[in-house]
């Protein structure tokens, strides 16, 4: 089965930190990009960030920038994505995700989801 597991979400104060991992299972990266996405309760999911194929990351939101990190370990079919400087207008519920091509602004032929981390910053 082919899956995305999620692991590395939980409850931080603001300014701390977090490192969220993505591993795929049954399947590998190959030539897909892959990337990050948040949803806050009543808004829309929207992308962080993407790292391309070529390790190449593109962020998406002016806010996380400095702060937010990415990582891709193609040998082990993981993405990490750290966390640092926390504010609680981080708080959302994270998923990884794996896809054609990294757009100009979200990731583009999503083919997997991750089912999602809850990250909760406290001010």
């Known amino acids: 089965q082919r899956q995305l597991v999620e692991s590395g979400g939980g409850l931080v104060q603001a300014g701390g930190s977090l490192r969220l991992s993505c591993a795929a299972s049954g399947f590998t990266f190959g030539a897909h990009a892959t990337s990050w996405f948040r949803q806050v309760a009543g808004k829309e999911r929207e992308g962080v960030l993407c790292?391309?194929?070529?390790?190449?990351?593109?962020v998406y939101v002016e806010s996380v920038k400095g702060r937010f990190t990415a990582a891709r370990d193609n040998v082990n079919n993981t993405i990490h994505l750290q966390m640092n400087n926390l504010k609680p207008e981080d708080t959302a519920v994270y998923h990884c995700?794996?896809?054609?091509?990294?757009?100009?602004?979200?990731?583009?032929?999503?083919?997997?989801w991750g089912s999602g981390m809850l990250v909760t910053v406290s001010s």
């Open positions: 790292i391309s194929d070529t390790d190449i990351t593109t």
């Open positions: 995700a794996v896809g054609e091509f990294c757009g100009m602004k979200t990731m583009l032929g999503i083919d997997y």
